[in-house]
């Protein structure tokens, strides 16, 4: 194994990474932090750690998540990433581990179904620990008095109580994200391989959602139907012994997160043997938030030398040339499987900011696989000012997304993109189980964006499917 040297990894020299550029080129690019670690002797410390410390992910399992991902390009597959906003390390544990995969299993069997083509499972877990923040600064009055510490930025940088000691940027904390996510991951990949969730008897599904009053009986029904249909083919397939329901059945997690904290990254970013290229071994697909993006920033800088496939999350405000130059700066040879355009508009705004997004990428030829945040153009604050979101918004964004790329032609919506949790929280409002903003104090844990629960997930998962249904005709 090439070992990177301790420290920033410097050394690039590697015949697919661009000119001059190395894991570390990004902090010759200005600011890239809304936050600084005020011990710059500590920092250089956890990053020379975390360089030598073995790597979360393998440079096969990028590789080959990179092919499902051209084929998904091509309309072959479908990508499901889901999980929480923000990942904590209290969090990390069996139950809300498992039960974020339960959810993320179940939904992509009923878009197997209806899409007729197997999904990409990927989570939003095993490193999602940075925030960015809409300011640096957050002010509260404490005992009558104006105080302001540093935002929360997430368990990898600092922690959430309101004290300069919990709010003061520590590069520790990326040691112990790190190893949150490796014992994460190490979770995942056991329950993969033990078979944990057999796939062939979706009836013992947990559909408690079928039984809420809110549900209409016409839905009821549909959604019954649906199930039994899917355990019909199901056991279908597996009578046949065909080799393909194995690809299909055969349950696999990606990982994913936002790659902010650039020190955290490009310590993870590594050289393997017989491979060119620059590898963040830190998670499979990182993704660049709609605030980081900027051409010219260094989080592009970062992301240009890596060989990972890379989200971009892209905003309302954008400029389709930007999109165009972002793509051409992320993807110069214009290779398969490398971009995944992950937009999040807004229900009231995708008819109008899509279309010519999609058809500028189009007519350049470039290859990228588009996929729909519904959550993060929807976020709203009640009278009370709780955080939430709407359910119907969701599936409208959702809705109106999958049909511009059906109006457009194609190969259509390549994926989806939620906030979501296993647990029965109360952070979006409506769904068939009627929450409302006054149900919202019963559950609500996330520290930063609200996520659809269980059911709201599931019943998500069931309309897309019908949309996609329809679709197929
Ligand atoms: C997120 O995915 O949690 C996030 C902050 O998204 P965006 O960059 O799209 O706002
Ligand atoms: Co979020």
Redesign the pocket.
């Known amino acids: 194994m090439t070992t990177a040297p301790p420290g920033q990894p410097e050394r690039a020299s590697d015949p697919r990474a661009p000119q001059g550029w190395s894991p570390a080129a990004w902090t010759r690019k200005g600011e890239a932090h809304q936050f600084a670690y005020p011990d710059a002797q500590a920092l250089s410390r956890a990053v020379t750690r975390l360089s030598l410390l073995p790597p979360l992910v393998t440079s096969w399992e990028i590789h080959r998540l990179r092919h499902e991902i051209a084929e998904a390009q091509e309309g072959r597959r479908f990508l499901l990433q889901g999980g929480d ?2 990942e904590t390390l209290e969090e990390c544990t069996s139950g809300v581990i498992a039960n974020k995969l339960k959810i993320l299993i179940q939904m992509s069997l009923v878009l197997v179904h209806a899409g007729r083509k197997p999904v990409i499972r990927m989570g ?1 877990f095993a490193g999602q620990y940075a ?2 923040r809409s300011a640096p600064t957050e002010s509260r009055t404490v005992n009558g008095q104006e105080v302001e510490l540093p935002s929360y930025f997430g368990d990898l940088i600092n922690a959430a109580p309101f004290t300069p000691e919990a709010r003061t940027p520590d590069p520790d904390r990326m040691i112990q994200g790190y190893q949150h996510a490796a014992l994460t991951l190490n979770f995942i990949r056991s329950l993969c391989d033990a078979g944990f969730a057999d796939l062939h008897h979706p009836e013992n599904w947990d559909l408690r959602f079928f039984q809420h009053a809110g549900l209409t009986p016409e839905l009821r029904i549909q959604y019954e139907a649906m199930s039994r249909d899917l355990a019909g083919a199901l056991k279908f397939m597996e009578a046949l012994g065909e080799r393909s329901v194995d690809a299909l059945s055969r349950v696999t997690f990606f990982t994913s997160h ?1 790659a902010l904290n650039l020190h955290y990254e490009s310590a993870l970013s590594r050289r393997v043997p017989r491979r060119e290229g620059w590898f963040n071994l830190s998670t499979h697909m990182p993704w660049i ?3 980081t993006r900027r051409l010219d920033g260094p989080h592009i800088e970062y992301f240009r030398g890596i060989e990972n496939p890379v989200g971009i ?1 892209i ?1 309302p405000d954008i400029d389709p040339v930007d999109l165009l130059n972002l793509v051409d700066k992320l993807n110069p040879r214009n290779e398969p499987g490398k971009i995944v355009l ?1 937009t ?1 508009l807004g229900a009231a705004n995708v008819a109008r900011v899509l279309p010519p997004l999609v058809q500028i990428v189009r007519s350049a030829g470039k290859r990228v696989l588009w996929v729909c ?1 519904p ?2 153009g929807n976020g709203i604050t009640t009278a009370h000012g709780v955080k939430t979101r709407s359910f119907d918004a969701i599936l409208k964004d959702l809705e109106q997304s999958f049909d511009v790329h059906q109006r457009l032609g194609g190969p259509g919506l390549g994926g989806v993109h939620f ?1 979501l949790t296993g647990e029965d929280v109360t952070e979006c409002v409506g769904g068939a189980s009627g929450l409302g903003e006054d149900d919202l104090s019963a559950n609500y844990t996330s520290l ?2 609200p996520r659809l629960n269980y059911e709201q997930s599931m019943e998500l998962a069931f309309l897309l499917a019908g949309r996609m249904r329809q679709a197929e005709g």
Do not use: F, S
């Open positions: 906003c923000a939003r925030k960015p936002e938030g709609e605030r999350k905003g992950i999040r945040d959550m993060h906030e930063c964006d």
